[in-house]
């Protein structure tokens, strides 16, 4: 229970920081957005890992609140990028609690108009499982998130119990394919197979597809060839310090 009560402080005293994954245009190698992702260093725990500590958020109810200052920290950051002229994307995270909350919809339009964000640059990501599990109150909830602009991304795709055809009815912009597919892809036969359907599949349905995961240049190729959109991945960056972005911009070829 010291990490329960460790966090509860953390999100009295807003103790946590964002990094930042980009992500890569596969046509013209540009940088088009980034993955916002928690970080927590506590005083006495040291850095706790969002895999640890975000089920705990969950089971104690903290969830809500450290979401909601994830969404207004990267909002504010892509919203300064955007006035240093870097127009790129933010992904966030949302947990299914967050989602599934009567409130969600206004709180993201509430974050949208407090930051200044363009809508368009806003995307949010929630897991497959999650969208299956909740399907017939997700519905209606993905539709308002349309309506004020932002983008919507399933994360993990490929790892749920996806029937697939929730995808007909969710009006979802972008697939990110699981990292357990693209790890091995210059190798894998059936990874390459997998990987393949999904990049036609999403381009039949009109949505985007990025590869998450991405951590061999031996996978560029097969990737672009296939013209999956976007890429992600430890090839590229690790997660970094809002200020890394910048540089990072000016530094791709
Ligand atoms: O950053 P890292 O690889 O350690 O993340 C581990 C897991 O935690 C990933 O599944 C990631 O989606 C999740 N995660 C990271 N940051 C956030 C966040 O801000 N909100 C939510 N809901 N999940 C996050
Ligand atoms: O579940 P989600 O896709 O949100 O998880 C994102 C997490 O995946 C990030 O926290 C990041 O640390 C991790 N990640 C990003 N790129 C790579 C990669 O190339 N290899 C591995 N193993 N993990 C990655
Ligand atoms: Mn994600
Ligand atoms: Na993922």
Known sequence: YLLEKRLRLAVENQSFHLEFQPQISGADHRLVGTEALIRWKDDQLGHVPPA?????????????????????????????????GLSIRMGVNISPSQFQRADFVQTVSAVLAKTGLAPELLDLEITENDLLYHQDSCLHILQRLKEIGVKLSIDDFGTGFSSLSYLRQFPVDTLKIDKSFIKEVYENKNDQAIVTSIIQLAHNMEMRVIAEGVEEQQSLPFLMERNCDELQGFYYSRPVPPEKILLFHKELP
């Open 52 to 84: 640890r500590f975000l089920p705990v958020a969950e089971e104690s109810g903290l969830m809500n609140r450290i979401g909601e200052w994830v969404l207004e920290e990267a909002c504010r950051t892509a919203a300064s990028w955007q006035k240093e």
